[in-house]
């Protein structure tokens, strides 16, 4: 509807944003898990399906690569 295609947006969302736009799903997505950990008591598989991700192993290589621990160990050591 913008009649902007993928590599023009992009860019545009590169110089508005600072970070791709994969980059920036990924964050929104991380940031939504580290508040599920933290304020519910739902099992991490249904949190990695609730961000998106179709297995808990995707999530937890995600999550541990984003935050340097898995969830489990997240939510223990915030509790």
């Known amino acids: 509807s913008l009649n902007l295609g993928y590599e023009s947006f992009r860019k545009a969302f590169v110089r ?6 994969c980059a920036y799903r ?3 997505r991380m940031d939504k898990a580290r508040e599920l ?3 519910t008591s739902l ?3 249904d949190i990695a399906l609730a ?3 179709a297995d808990l ?3 937890s290589k995600e999550f541990k690569k984003s935050s340097c621990m898995s969830p489990a160990s ?4 915030m509790q």
């Open 43 to 45: 099992l991490i598989r």
């Open 16 to 21: 508005r944003y600072g970070i791709s736009p």
């Open 74 to 77: 997240f939510r223990r050591g």
């Open 26 to 28: 990924k964050r929104c």
């Open 57 to 59: 192993f995707s999530f």
């Open 37 to 39: 950990l933290l304020n």
């Open 51 to 53: 961000v998106g991700y």
